[in-house]
């Protein structure tokens, strides 16, 4: 995988950047194996440590020059490293399983995005569903085709994708191992937006800048509320969410922010 920054416009505090991880087995259709999951890890390490991230955005490489051979097709990730599977029993892939980079990125404690270009299968829409948010092309396919090698999703697909879509498309989705195009993906919430592929890079980043651009303290804030609304009872949660709005009242950016309004300026946040 690789890891490459760039700068918020106008970012402030000054020097905030956007992380973007690009999966880089496209061989291999992006296919997530032991190294990729290491490197998705320490990124994830960094992300959450590191105070200049304000955003990461994950995508797959593009596929390789076919140089006369069968072109390979786009993909974010096919899943999980099918042949490091061969042979294991239950002792050897728990480990793996049980320190895995779906649930480092889901701890990621600011927004992330996923940004899909072709295949997001099994493991490959469990990442994407490890994010925030999903931007897609109409080009992309989605899937948890585990059921098809005799498994079920194990990177938290069947957890995640019921919160998000609900109980009966996700029965259908992980029961019939089949592919959901990217305009039925949209249809069902399992992405935010789809647009055509050379379009996808742009609307992405152009979502991580303007979230990139609110105080970083009070996204994070937004992330740990709204994610309340998935581990906590009704009443919780909105206490929960009261604590926080009021917590915030205490902090240099909501004066900064509420002055920047009543004197019609730009909000410059000091992310405290
Ligand atoms: N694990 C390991 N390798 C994978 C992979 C995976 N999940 N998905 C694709 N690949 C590899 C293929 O083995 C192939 O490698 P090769 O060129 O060295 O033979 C290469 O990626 C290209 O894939 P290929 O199957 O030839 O492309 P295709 O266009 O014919 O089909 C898919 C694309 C996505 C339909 C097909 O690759 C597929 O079904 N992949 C597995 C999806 C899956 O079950 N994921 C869940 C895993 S738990």
């Avoid at 996204?219 to 009872?233: H, N, W």
């Amino acid at each position: 995988m690789t890891v490459e920054d760039i700068l918020v416009d106008g970012s402030s505090p000054e020097g905030g950047v956007i992380s973007i991880w690009t999966l880089n087995r496209p061989d291999k259709l992006n296919a997530l194996n032991a190294d990729s999951h290491r490197a998705i890890k320490e990124a994830s390490v960094r992300a959450n440590s590191d105070d200049s991230v304000r955003c990461v955005v994950i995508r797959g490489a593009p596929p390789p020059d076919a140089e006369g051979k069968r072109a390979k097709p786009h993909a974010f990730a096919a899943g999980a490293d099918i042949s490091e599977f061969s042979g294991k029993d239950s002792d050897g892939v728990r480990p793996f399983f049980e320190d895995n980079g779906w649930e480092a990125v889901w701890n990621i404690c600011k927004p992330t995005i996923a940004m899909v270009d072709g295949f997001a299968l099994g493991g490959g829409t469990e990442l994407a569903l490890s994010c925030d948010i999903r931007i897609a092309s109409d080009r992309s396919t989605f899937g948890q085709p585990e059921i098809n090698l005799g498994l079920i999703p194990g990177g938290g697909g069947t957890q995640r994708l019921c919160r998000l879509i609900g109980y009966g498309r996700t029965m259908e989705i992980v029961l019939s191992g089949g592919m959901v195009k990217a305009e039925d993906a949209l249809g069902m919430g399992l992405v935010n937006r789809i647009v055509p592929p050379e379009e996808l890079e742009s609307e992405t980043m152009s979502l991580a800048q303007e979230i990139s651009r609110k105080s970083p303290y009070t996204t994070k804030v937004a992330k740990r509320v709204v994610r309340g609304a998935l581990e906590l009872p009704f009443s919780e949660g909105v206490l929960m969410e009261r604590s926080e709005f009021v917590a915030l009242f205490d902090t240099e950016d909501k004066e900064i922010g509420v002055r920047a309004f009543l004197e019609r300026s730009d909000a410059k946040w000091v992310g405290r």
